[in-house]
């Protein structure tokens, strides 16, 4: 399975779901806690920034879809994939998302602290129902849904919005064709972010945090929501400006603020409805990402296929021979050559070659019809642009 033989170390960062460890067989794999020098390295919510890997680090696996806490570009230079699970907690998102809908429409946050409140008040019947009224809300049923972002867990939560008798309208410049797909034809598309805010009387948030992500929505778009409009971040605190979200809130033209990251700027603060990052803590959810990140690693270190990484190209080539060369590279001309060229001086047979892109990084895989031997090895390795090589023998699995 690994070039050196021997187990590969798998060092847990955090609590992982154990129907995703025993996926790992244990004569393959030794789980650990500690490690100075782990293969590879499977992670939750543990900052990563800052760590050193050692030399023998091949992957890394977030059992999650955020990869924020992984130093995704250091890693990338290593020739190291970092795999998520998108999708995997879509669902519990989802069912998260509705439950903030609900808390905002019916004021349900408020109304269960003032009824919290009352365990010392001499007649709480009295005064429930004399104040009752405070937190009168409205129904779903009619609103306009605005869903920004339909990737698994937007199309999900426009689906829901459907069936609750909303109207949605929905955005994603950078929709996938299976999105599109799955999207049922209510969902009426809008051309921008600003026409989804303008138009909402429940807008959601359900892209990732990058750096054009970053303060999407601010100060001048949000002027123009609705009055009385609810917005909810279930994505990233980053992705949203506390600062806009307490103008807007002062000003009446935000009535709530449902978020799954609140800040030290929004603790506390009468319209925000603060989760402590609850969108993908459900057992199966946990369970699903788990099962999904560890397959995907070990597809990668059995057979060098890609699927879910953040940082690398998906690539899948079925084994024609029972050896096989991983190759991540940069993504520079006549790189295919010089890996030909040098598997093609020692007489190695090339049967199969599949090489993909994806921005400055590329990735091959080469099915050979000999074994390859270690000089071949390092000679693939000393090319200039070559990351990362792994020799991936049937024999060794």
Known sequence: MAEGGGRLEV??????????????????????????????????????????????????????AGVNNIPVDALSRRGVPVFNAPGANANAVKELVLAGMLIASRNLAFALDFVGRLEKEANPEKKIESEKKAFSGFELAGRTLGVIGLGKIGSLVANSGIALGMDVLGFDPEITVEAAWSLPSQVRKANSIDEVLKAGDFVTLHVPLVERTRGLVNARNMAQMRPGAVLLNFSRDGIVEDAAVLEALAAKRLAAYVTDFPTAALIGRRGVVGLPHLGASTREAEENSAVMVVDEVREYLEHGTLANAVNFPDARMPRESPFRLAIANANVPSMLARISHAMGSRRINIHNMLNKSRGDTAYTLVDVDSPVP????????????????????????
């Open 374 to 397: 270690r000089p071949a090895i390092d000679e693939l390795r000393a090319i200039e642009g070559v990351l990362a090589v792994r020799y991936l023998p049937v024999e060794d699995r």
């Open 11 to 64: 060092l847990v960062l955090n609590p992982i779901a154990q129907a995703g460890l025993e996926r790992l067989p244990a004569a393959r794999y030794a789980i650990v806690r500690e490690s100075k020098a782990p293969d590879v390295i499977l992670v939750r919510s543990e900052k990563m920034h800052g760590m050193k890997f050692a030399d023998n680090l091949k992957a890394v696996g977030r059992a999650g």
